[in-house]
């Protein structure tokens, strides 16, 4: 009832061309629309205490609902009217004694500039407090807006007449110099990285020294800011001495090999001690992408990125041997060691240590079960000396090897003209000695392989640990 009295009196007010709304209602809109732009972050609980107000004033829920309205009516009507004024914005100006410091756009730019310039002069317990500040709500076109940076420069001004606000630039915080103003230094830095950029189009360019600005004052006697033209002179003469540089950073691609792991299986048809390769391990080849930053051509850090795999390595399978060594063996021999496998690549047994075409086949031929075993290379059997390398009708071109302790290994149908040793040379074990061929009496590639203890050709399986 009391919301319906106040629109007649408005209603009759109206009619004699006074304010339609006076009192706390008129007042409460007031202050609403002034925070909306002075610290629009505290409007909304403003409207809330007014609303809460209303409601306790207002008890009958329509009374309430009109509480609520009434305000929200206000404020929007408000900014519709602010919409018709063209490129006019709300704004504050900062004053001091009377005096217009700038117009900002937000109570959070006047905020920053107070707390720059107070660090500013907190730094020298000398200097004299900021003068008290005052501001107000003002429309004006956005472009006649101060900046953060102007507004702490008049502040410093207005605090210390006799002092040149400037902005000091440190590089990783070594005291580089003060220029006039920030920007200054910004573009003359951002000059430098645009050339750099377009020297290279694909890369991202920075500064590998890490560059900060504070606000400071220069007093009388402390030299003079640096213009923009002398900031640059003194930023290309500090490039040229290496002191200031720039640092690329793109990405590079490249193939790279992938190391082949081994596999170790054991085996019980070798002896303890021993092992030979069954598969050969293959390098795998990987294409890495990777984000490279480089200084003066040369790269001081690499992340990968992308790592594409071109090629899967292939594990190097080992047989171990897991038989024990016996006794007799040791005895027979008299040598303290075993034979290796004598040919590479070549592990097929195509005669045995056995009875053939009515005699002893005193030897056993190696070849290979799949493609041909020639040409692969022929490794002698275990440390000796060579004492035959030559042609024989029937072996055809072949190495024997004495190791000592009254043992002997013969190599033969060796490929003509693949003999690697001659007679007196010393050799290791798994030292490359021919290549299988088919010389002399033979049917085909292989290697016919004789081991001989004392003058006589044994089996040479239990030597080799098969
Ligand atoms: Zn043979």
Redesign the pocket.
């Known amino acids: 009832m009391r919301v319906a009295a106040a629109f007649r009196r408005a209603a009759e007010r109206r009619k004699n061309g006074e304010r339609y709304f006076t009192g706390r209602f008129y007042r409460s809109v007031k202050t609403l629309a002034v925070t909306l732009f002075t610290s629009p972050r505290h409007f909304p609980r403003l409207l809330g205490y007014y609303v809460g107000q209303g409601r306790v004033r207002y008890r009958q829920p329509a009374a309430a609902a009109a509480a609520v309205l009434l305000p929200a009516a206000a404020a929007a009507l408000l900014l519709g009217t602010l919409r018709q004024y063209r490129g006019v914005r709300p704004a504050l100006e900062v004053m001091s004694a009377g005096q217009t410091l700038g117009v900002v756009r937000s109570e959070e730019v006047y905020r920053n500039a107070l707390a720059r310039a107070g660090e500013t002069l907190g730094e020298n317990a000398a200097l004299p407090a900021l003068p008290d500040l005052s501001y107000a709500l003002r429309f004006v076109p956005e472009t006649a807006f101060t900046d953060e940076e102007t507004l702490t420069r008049r502040l410093l001004r207005l605090a210390v007449p006799e002092a040149t606000p400037a902005c000091g630039v440190y590089l990783d915080g070594e005291y580089l110099g003060a220029v006039e103003n920030e920007d200054d230094a910004k573009s003359v830095f951002a000059g430098i990285l645009t050339e750099a950029a377009e020297a290279d189009r694909d890369a991202v360019t920075g500064f590998l020294q890490q560059i900060a600005y504070k606000q400071l004052l220069l007093m009388p006697g402390e030299g003079q800011a640096m213009s923009r033209a002398a900031f640059k002179t003194l930023c290309d003469r500090l490039t040229a001495e290496k002191k200031l540089n720039v640092k690329v950073t793109r990405t590079a691609t490249e193939t790279v090999s992938v190391p082949y792991g081994q596999v170790e299986i054991s085996s019980d048809a070798l002896y303890i001690g021993t092992s030979r390769v069954v598969v050969n391990g293959r390098s795998g080849e990987d294409q890495v992408t990777s984000l490279v930053t480089y200084v003066d051509g040369e790269a001081i850090e690499s992340r990968e990125l992308l790592r594409y795999q071109l090629k899967a390595p292939v594990d190097e399978q080992v047989q171990v041997g897991s038989r024990a060594l016996d006794a007799s063996f040791v005895q027979a021999t008299g040598y303290g060691g075993i034979l290796i496998w004598p040919a590479i690549g070549a592990t097929h047994l195509n ?1 045995d240590y056995e009875w053939r075409w009515g005699k002893l ?1 005193a ?1 056993l ?1 190696i070849g290979s079960s799949v493609g041909t075993s020639l040409g692969k290379l022929v490794v002698a059997a275990a440390e000796g000396t060579v004492v035959i390398a030559g042609v024989h009708s029937s072996y055809g071109y072949y190495v024997k090897i004495d190791h000592g302790n009254g043992m002997q290994t013969l190599y ?1 149908h060796c490929l003509a003209g693949s003999l690697m040793v001659s007679p007196g040379d010393h050799v290791d074990a798994g030292a490359p000695i021919a290549r299988i061929g088919m010389t002399g009496y033979a049917t085909g590639p ?1 290697l ?1 392989f004789e081991v001989i203890i004392n003058g006589n050709r044994v089996d040479p399986k239990p030597y080799l640990g098969i």
């Open positions: 005669s086949h030897a031929d033969a292989h016919h």
